[in-house]
């Protein structure tokens, strides 16, 4: 879905903050899937601290979680360039949001952008060849040591495909330092990797539901889906 059909950036305001949208792009869908359809609408039933917005696309989902939790100190890593510049251009006036170019990987390592004529939220990452522009790769692991996390309070997760590498890659060594993990799971891409993540997810303990196509994880039982009172 298009929306907004000239081109251009504008600016929407939404609840005292600034949104810069692309026109004639899928930007408007994506606002509109977070803000108002409620994408990451759920209640942690604790105040997180510490957030990585893995897939982080033009900064819209970290906007969101920072104005539902102000204190939260907030990574959110994103590989294209155009959206990685919109995403500091969106998160600029927030210091508790830190931007990262790059992708969540299951190693560290050099990538590059597979598919470069696909929509702007839908890039997908492999192992860096001899073609294409470079981005690092970062594993979850990497992400706590090098911003000093001592956890992850919630852990949002859309990287079109990848969580099949960060699942394959000893996800043992960070998963039990994870309160909430929020995942889209993308099966056509990667068969198996909905089997892969929710064994892997079980066998830890951890307790799982279904927000639209959205996975929530969490340790413990205090998460509520679909706080309608946050959509405001």
Not at 76 to 90: G, Q, T, Y
Not at 180 to 198: F, Q, R, S, T
Not at 203 to 220: D, K, P, Y
């Amino acid at each position: 879905m298009r929306n907004l059909k000239k081109e251009g950036c504008f600016k929407l305001k939404y609840s005292g903050m600034d949104f810069y949208i692309r026109g004639n792009s899928v930007d408007f869908y994506v606002f509109n899937s977070i803000v108002s359809k409620g994408e990451y609408d759920f209640e942690p039933g604790f105040s997180p601290e510490y957030i990585i917005d893995a897939g982080a696309f033009t900064g819209i989902s970290a906007l969101y979680f920072h104005r539902r939790f102000p204190e939260a100190k907030i990574i959110a890593i994103e590989p294209e360039n155009s959206n990685f510049d919109l995403l500091v251009r969106n998160t600029g006036p927030y210091k508790e949001i830190y931007p990262v170019r790059g992708g969540v990987f299951g190693e560290d390592t050099a990538l590059t952008i597979s598919d470069t004529d696909a929509e702007k939220y839908a890039f997908r990452l492999e192992e860096s060849s001899a073609a294409g522009e470079v981005v690092s790769g970062y594993t979850i692991k990497t992400l706590m040591r090098d911003f000093q996390l001592p956890r992850i309070d919630i852990l949002k997760m859309d990287i079109e495909g990848a969580e099949y590498s960060v699942f394959r890659s000893d996800p043992d060594e960070w998963l039990g330092k994870v309160r909430i993990l929020v995942a889209e799971l993308h099966e056509y891409i990667y068969p198996g990797v909905k089997e892969l993540v929710m064994t892997t997810l079980s066998r830890l303990g951890f307790r799982i539901e279904w927000n639209g196509e959205n996975l929530i994880a969490s340790q413990g039982d205090h998460v509520r889906i679909n706080a309608e009172e946050f959509k405001s």
